[in-house]
Structures are given as structure tokens and as C-alpha cells.
């Protein structure tokens, strides 16, 4: 990657929208949207709820099926020109084999990225990524589908992020990325009603900052494989705060519905702080948080 | 589309809730269609809130464009804090638009309350087409009434319902839809309000065999197709009223029908 801005899945699309409006060549990478193996309608609206310094999605994973990607978009994906990342997600652990068995054999995909914030319905539903067992099982299973790299994204919705990180990385992860969205709901006062058709869905923005350092941080710390950080960065401050916290790169997600400029922004702001410091290459800020007294 | 930097070259209340900002945003301006929209940004770089989308209301010359505002809540009030010479980051044209067949020349045009909003636009567009357009407009009461002026003059007659009977008849638009359609017989029905109201029309429309096209609102987060939050039930599958609407025939939709 030229940079270590990454756009982040589900915010992004296939890059279609938002190439027409920025210069994507100029990013990082571009994540595209999660795909699974068979199309998915997606929740029942509404699907959007804004909250204070953030919002709250349940889009459901809507998606044509990874046939009709490889097909449609991925194509244009390709004529970007910069690193793509293909984000997969199954129902089963047998689904994200297949995926990136299918993904992996595509010469233009640079990385898979494995959402594992989806139900695993063979186990009563519980998330994949909620159990450091789970995740080690779907990240070990991927691994032997695939030798593209392989980033795991974790569910912060857990008790022990670190826990889980550590299992991925044992698993053959080239890679850990965090923080996927946080669970929440709000209420219609005056219907009675929640806001979201699905009930609960998924907090980002600013507001889950804070969190998404914090587990950038405790993550890094666990794992030995570079992390990349994202929830809430919307400007090359908040980009920096993850990469001192020990993240190599960084996703922008929701700040480009504010602002399609964002991650542009962020690749830029990195640059004139380096610049500003004269540190020759952001990796010298990767983990370089300071606990000392001195 | 583009993402532009807009300036407030006017703003004017209209009721208590009610303003129209006039932006210079000639690159919008010249792609505009009826029916499209643009979504504002609210607030300072510090803040965050998501952008708003509102109705292009008209397309004033090659360079401005006018959009009505109503007050709900902290993205709609910074708005209307806005003043002239200010700027405004907007994003736009987007959305598909009215879609106006040429072989039309009967038209009838609904609008409910805030509705009215991209209707301007439509009666300017059927005006300069040679349809013959005739608008039925409702608000709750006299004060909250919108545009009846401009489309007086765009259209050959507006007929005016008020739910308190301070002006026109007394009612909502849809209770005197059916005996207008019967009297003018259009071949198409353009409606925009609240979502009751564009149920009826479509409702209504379909007893006569009409063809009824809705302006859908919907909560958004990018408002260019990519993240599909606003995402409307039709026939065909879950489809974004950003990118694919904001415009529906009725049929797509499936009201209406049996």
C-alpha cells in the first residue's frame, strides 16, 4: 500500500459512488462491501438511525452473492487501480472455506478480509468472533483454503478482544483489523417502537472512538502480526491516535458519508505530521505510545 | 454528481417552520432534473452529523438552486442558521428523477404539506413541455400552505386543501383526487407528502388505471448508493431511494395493486 489509509467495508460500496466523487487512486486500499456466498436481501427498514456523534446501521449484509461479484464488480474494483480487499462472511464455517477458496484464486484480489461478526447458525447463532475458539477455528479453516493474506476483523462485542486476537493470530492471520461496529438500539418514544426494522444494530462514528483505541491498543499489545485500526476516524488526528496505540494502517468508514474528502484528508494530515516531526516513515509511529514517566 | 462548495445567496422564511435557501451552485444547477435532490452537510468539521437531504424546489438561471427546509432537529436548525454569503458543502444532483414521458400531455400533480418541495421544478419542467398540468395541493392549515402562487402560474388550475378549512376545501388532497381524476383525466400522477398520503394516491390511481410515480423520503447516511441504509421494499428487492429513487412508480413499489 502507498499509504496506510484504508476505506472501509460496507461504507464504501465497490468504490463505484464514491470514484465518481474523490480520487481513489490516492487511498491506501479500498475494502469492498462483505460479500457471502449466496445473495442476501438484507434487514427489513429502516436501517438507519443517527446518534449523538455517530449512527447506527442494521444494513444486513445485503449482497448479490459472491458469483454475481466476481462477475460484476470485481472488475471494477480492478480498473481502480489500488490494492483491493475483499470482504467475506458465512453462515457457517464451511461457507467462509468455500469464499475464500473462490476469492482467493482471483489474481486481482490483494487481500481477503474475514467478517466474522456473523452468526455462526450451526453453533445457536452465537458470532463467530465472539468466542476466541470460533475465530481460531474460521481463520485456521481459511488459511488452508488460501494463501492470499489473510486479515481477520473483529467483533468488539466480546468480553476479551485481546483473547480473541491472540487465537487468530495463532490461527495463520497475516493480519488483525478492528473495530467492527458496536451493538445498540434506540427508541421511538412516541410510537413505542425501536428505530431499526432489525431492533439492534450497529453503533460507529466518533462516538466509538474511545472504545476502538482502546482495543487497537490491547491488541496490539496481545499479537505479533500488524493491526489495522478503525471506529470513528474522521481526521488525520483521530487516524494517528490508532497508530501510536499500535495500529499499522487505518480504515475510514463512516466520516465519508459526511465527507467523501475524509480519507483523503487522513493520507495527507499523516504526511504533514511526519513531515512536521521529520520522522521519515509512519512506521516509526506504529505502537510508539509512550507509558514512561519521563 | 459532485460534491461542491455551494454559497447562500438568500434565505427566506416562509412559515414558522419553513425556509428556502438559495445556493450558487452552478456545476448542480446545469445537471439538475426535476425530482433530484441534494444532500447538505450540517455543521462544522468538528462535529458530527450526518448530511441531509433535501428536493431541488427550483433551478433559478444556469446557477442557483433553491431548497425547502423545514426545522425538525439540530441538522435542520443549523441550517437555518445559515446566512448569506455563507457556504454550504453539498452534494448533488442525485437521485433519479420525474420521469417524464415525451408522449404525455395531461399531468396532474400531487403534493402534501413539505411535499410540494420538488413539485416546482416538475410544474417548470411540464410547463416548458406543453403538458397540461394541474396541481392539487394540501397543508394542515392556511398558514402552511406552499407554492400555490408558483404553480398557479406554472399549471392550469391548483385546487387547494386545507385540514382545517382555512383555505380551499376542506380535507386532504386525497379526498378530492378521485373526482379530479374523472373531471382531467390525466395520463400520469406525480405525488409527493407524507407516506399515508402517497398510499392513497397510489391506491387511487390504480382504481383509475393511472400511472402514479412517488417522491419516497428516507433516512440517509451516504445518499449515493453505497451504503445502502435507505433501502425501500419493491417487487423486485430491497432498492435505495437515494441512488435508485428517490423517484418509484407505484407498481414497483406494489401499492396500490390488489
Not at chain 1, 122 to 132: I, L, P, Y
Not at chain 1, 267 to 278: F, Q, T
Not at chain 2, 5 to 18: G, N, R
Not at chain 2, 98 to 127: E, N, Q, T
Request: include cysteine.
Amino acid at each position: 500500500m502507498q499509504n496506510p489509509v484504508i476505506a472501509a467495508s460496507g461504507t464504501y460500496g465497490v468504490g463505484r459512488e464514491y470514484s465518481e466523487l474523490v480520487d481513489v487512486k490516492k487511498l491506501g486500499a479500498v475494502c469492498a462491501k462483505t460479500i457471502t456466498l449466496k445473495a442476501q436481501s438484507g434487514n427489513r427498514p429502516p436501517r438507519l438511525w443517527e446518534t449523538p456523534s455517530g449512527m447506527l446501521n442494521s444494513i444486513g449484509l445485503q449482497n448479490d452473492g459472491v458469483d454475481a461479484f466476481i462477475e460484476r464488480d470485481l472488475p471494477f474494483l480492478e480498473s481502480l487501480g489500488v490494492p483491493i480487499i475483499i470482504s467475506i462472511a458465512g453462515n457457517t464455517i464451511d461457507e467462509y472455506e468455500k469464499l475464500a477458496k473462490m476469492v482467493g484464486a482471483l489474481d486481482g484480489v490483494d487481500a481477503i478480509e474475514l467478517n466474522i461478526s456473523c452468526p455462526n447458525v450451526k453453533a445457536g447463532g452465537a458470532v463467530f468472533g465472539s468466542d476466541a475458539g470460533m475465530a481460531a477455528e474460521v481463520t485456521s479453516k481459511t488459511r488452508l483454503a488460501t494463501s492470499k493474506p489473510l486479515i481477520v476483523k473483529l467483533t468488539p462485542n466480546v468480553g476479551d478482544i485481546a483473547d480473541v486476537a491472540l487465537a487468530c493470530d495463532r490461527a495463520g492471520a497475516d493480519a488483525i483489523s478492528l473495530i467492527n461496529t458496536i451493538l445498540g438500539m434506540a427508541v421511538d418514544i412516541e410510537t413505542g417502537r425501536p428505530r431499526l426494522g432489525a431492533v439492534v444494530g450497529g453503533l460507529s462514528g466518533p462516538a466509538i472512538r474511545p472504545i476502538a483505541v482502546r482495543m487497537v491498543y490491547q491488541v496490539a499489545q496481545a499479537v505479533d502480526v500488524p493491526v489495522i485500526g478503525m471506529g470513528g476516524i474522521s481526521c488525520p488526528a483521530d487516524a494517528l491516535e490508532f497508530i501510536i496505540a499500535g495500529a499499522g494502517a487505518v480504515s475510514v468508514g463512516t466520516a465519508n458519508f459526511v465527507d467523501p474528502k475524509a480519507p483523503l484528508k487522513v493520507v495527507e494530515g499523516i504526511d504533514e505530521y511526519l513531515e512536521a516531526r521529520r520522522i521519515d516513515s509512519v512506521n516509526r509511529l506504529v505502537g510508539a505510545i509512550r507509558l514512561d514517566n519521563g | 454528481m459532485r460534491q461542491v462548495k455551494s454559497t447562500v445567496v438568500a434565505k427566506e422564511s416562509l412559515t414558522k417552520q419553513i425556509f428556502k435557501l438559495t445556493l450558487f451552485a452552478p456545476e448542480i444547477a446545469r445537471e439538475a432534473r426535476p425530482g433530484q435532490f441534494v444532500h447538505l452537510r450540517c455543521g462544522t468539521e468538528q462535529s458530527f452529523i450526518l448530511r441531509r437531504p433535501f428536493s431541488i424546489h427550483q433551478v433559478v438561471g444556469q446557477d442557483t438552486i433553491d431548497v425547502l427546509i423545514r426545522v425538525i432537529g439540530q441538522g435542520t436548525r443549523w441550517l437555518s442558521e445559515r446566512r448569506p454569503k455563507d457556504s454550504l458543502d453539498c452534494l448533488g444532483p442525485l437521485g433519479n428523477g420525474f420521469a417524464i414521458d415525451p408522449r404525455v400531455d395531461r399531468a396532474m400533480v400531487v403534493a402534501g404539506g413539505i411535499g410540494v418541495a420538488p413539485m416546482v421544478f416538475l410544474a417548470r419542467h411540464l410547463f416548458d413541455a406543453d403538458v397540461r398540468a394541474h396541481a392539487l395541493v394540501g397543508a394542515v392549515t392556511a398558514a402552511d400552505l406552499l407554492d400555490v402562487m408558483e404553480l398557479k402560474r406554472l399549471t392550469r388550475r391548483v385546487f387547494v386543501t386545507t385540514d382545517d378549512g382555512t383555505q380551499g376545501t376542506k380535507g386532504i388532497v386525497t379526498d378530492i383526487l378521485a373526482e379530479q381524476l374523472e373531471a382531467i383525466g390525466p395520463q400520469v400522477v406525480f405525488a409527493c407528502g407524507p407516506e399515508a398520503m402517497l398510499r392513497n394516491v397510489a391506491g387511487i390511481c390504480a382504481r383509475f388505471g393511472i400511472d402514479c410515480q412517488v417522491s419516497l423520503e428516507a433516512r440517509m447516511a451516504c445518499g449515493i448508493g453505497a451504503c445502502l441504509g435507505c433501502a425501500v421494499e419493491t417487487r423486485d428487492g430491497y432498492r435505495n431511494v437515494c441512488s435508485e429513487g428517490p423517484v418509484f412508480s407505484s407498481e414497483t413499489l406494489g401499492w396500490g395493486c390488489g
